[in-house]
């Protein structure tokens, strides 16, 4: 009990550690830009207690459920031999979580709703968690067959790039962005924990080479679908392609609205919220290891325990974020988009994409593991540090894209153009974990913040589409990290070689 106190105070302290960027930049920026006190500060700073609270609770959460159930699922789909069932679990637990993903379920009734019913809303979620199901379960098999990852990221990279020729330019940034916004707070540690205890239990795998990259093809696998979506929805009546990214864009629009006043029923509903995210996951779990598997589960109270955590752990999460940082920070993103200040503008978007990076759940999970299985040759913070820098680094750019009115692919092509490049150098260890770092930076902090952005932007500058040129950012913040921690790779290699 003592030593599990003592876990809990440090990992409750590395929170503070990691939500301290946040909180420099939104004061920084409140203090010298805005100058003015917010009305809501106690509200602000309860709400970053919480946080905080909040993180600890779901990364001790992690350590005693989700990685333990994850690594021994793998293991034990591996000892039965089963490559139909192994491969049946993958499309199942990408498909459960996706199709129950809130913000899908959004988009898709609002573009059913606008469209007359022409836009079939099931059958648009359907289209999505297809994509991702079938993602989990080719990166099983890339694991299964040993083949190096680079050959199917590249193939995909290929493939989003030729369709962007043929989509509607209504459906393009949306379809980058869809990649960024698949993969849950709670499948991320999930579905890396499949992946490495898979890994771990093939002869001839590598843990650090062939465990990772599963979320990678979560992240890639979805722009494909979505642009061929809106080239059948186009071809087929052009004004409905339109109105789906009008009723996309107002979905979005809805999930990063600031709630001015806080309502104690919210905490109930999120809660609720959270609890119906878990379900699905934890339904396909229990399915597989009693109806597949056979076998009970061993420390079940433990896993039990730890599932508790991770659900208590992500409600205070988010609720920590209702109350303080999201609508500060919105504000902030909002008035500065009417200030008519780029460099600003610029240098808001790197600090907060450097800053609520290093605090995404799903990034410190994936870092947690990379430290593992690498043995020690990656550093977690050094990588969150690296990811973080390459977000950073995106949203700046890609506010720069905004501003001038420049088209979203020409910038995404040349960045995977440089993604295959570093490819063919960087270390083979580094290469899974950079391409997962693109699907795991773009989670529960980021993506309201930098969607206000984008939009913000979109809506406060003369002759830009919200529609058209108000989303990528969050494309940019995915593709970037990979760069950055490929580069993190060469040069550790280049100092360990001299």
């Known amino acids: 009990m003592v030593d599990s106190a003592k876990i809990f105070l440090n990992d409750l302290k590395n929170s503070f550690k990691d939500l301290l960027p946040i909180v420099v930049v939104v004061a920084l920026f409140q203090a010298a830009i805005v100058q003015s006190v917010p009305e809501n500060l106690f509200s602000i700073v309860i709400g970053l207690l919480i946080v905080a609270l909040g993180l600890a609770l779901f990364i001790r959460g992690l350590e005693l459920g989700i990685f333990p159930i994850g690594e021994q699922l793998a293991i034990d789909f591996a000892k039965k031999g089963s490559f139909f069932w192994l491969m049946l679990f993958a499309f199942t637990i990408g498909f459960a979580t996706t199709v129950a993903e809130p913000a899908l379920i959004a988009v898709a009734d609002k573009a059913a709703a606008i469209s007359d019913g022409r836009i079939d809303a099931f059958f648009l979620r359907m289209t999505v968690a297809f994509s991702v199901g079938f993602a989990i379960a080719l990166g099983v098999f890339r694991i299964l067959t040993g083949h190096p990852i680079h050959y199917y990221i590249i193939t995909g990279y290929v493939l989003v790039v030729l369709l962007t020729f043929f989509a509607p330019r209504e459906i393009v940034g949306l379809a980058y962005d869809s990649g960024g916004v698949t993969t849950s707070t709670v499948t991320v540690p999930l579905v890396a924990a499949l992946g490495i205890g898979l890994a771990s239990s093939i002869k001839g795998r590598n843990p650090a080479i062939d465990g990772f990259g599963l979320i990678a093809f979560a992240s890639l696998t979805p722009m494909i679908f979505v642009q061929l979506y809106g080239i059948v929805v186009y071809a087929l009546a052009p004004e409905n392609a339109h109105l789906m990214a009008m009723a996309m864009e107002e979905a979005?629009?809805?999930?990063?609205?600031?709630?001015?006043?806080?309502?104690?029923?919210?905490?109930?509903?999120?809660?609720?919220?959270?609890?119906?995210?878990?379900?699905?996951?934890?339904?396909?779990?229990?399915?597989f290891q009693y109806a597949v598997i056979r076998k009970k589960i061993a420390h079940l109270h433990k896993i039990a325990v730890g599932i508790v955590l991770v659900i208590l752990g992500l409600y205070a999460f988010i609720l920590g974020l209702e109350?303080?940082?999201?609508?500060?920070?919105?504000?902030?993103?909002?008035q500065l988009t009417g200030m008519k200040n780029d460099l600003l503008i610029y240098l808001f978007g790197f600090l907060i994409g450097f800053s609520t990076t290093m605090a995404e759940p799903a990034l410190l999970a994936i870092a947690i593991k990379a430290q593992e299985v690498s043995e020690g040759r990656i550093n977690q913070t050094i990588l969150r540090v690296v990811v973080a820098l390459g977000v950073a680094i995106g949203i700046a750019l890609g506010a720069f894209r905004i501003v001038a009115g420049h088209p979203i692919h020409y910038y995404i092509i040349v960045g995977y153009l440089f993604v295959v490049l570093m490819t063919w150098f960087a270390p083979?260890?580094?290469?899974?974990?950079?391409?997962?770092?693109?699907?795991?930076?773009?989670?529960?902090?980021?993506?309201?913040?930098?969607?206000?952005?984008?939009?913000?932007?979109?809506?406060?500058?003369?002759?830009?589409?919200?529609?058209?040129?108000?989303?990528?950012?969050?494309?940019?913040?995915?593709?970037?990290?990979?760069?950055?921690?490929?580069?993190?790779?060469?040069?550790?290699?280049?100092?360990?070689?001299?």
């Open 252 to 287: 979005v629009k809805e999930t990063v609205v600031a709630h001015e006043l806080f309502n104690p029923w919210d905490m109930v509903w999120d809660l609720l919220a959270v609890i119906k995210d878990v379900a699905p996951i934890l339904a396909v779990i229990f399915f």
């Open 323 to 334: 109350m303080g940082l999201f609508p500060i920070g919105e504000t902030i993103a909002f």
């Open 428 to 498: 083979k260890y580094i290469i899974p974990i950079a391409y997962d770092s693109g699907g795991v930076t773009t989670s529960t902090v980021t993506v309201p913040l930098v969607a206000a952005l984008g939009l913000g932007l979109a809506e406060n500058i003369e002759g830009r589409d919200p529609l058209v040129d108000g989303f990528g950012l969050i494309a940019f913040a995915s593709l970037f990290p990979m760069l950055t921690v490929m580069g993190y790779g060469i040069y550790a290699d280049y100092v360990s070689k001299k």
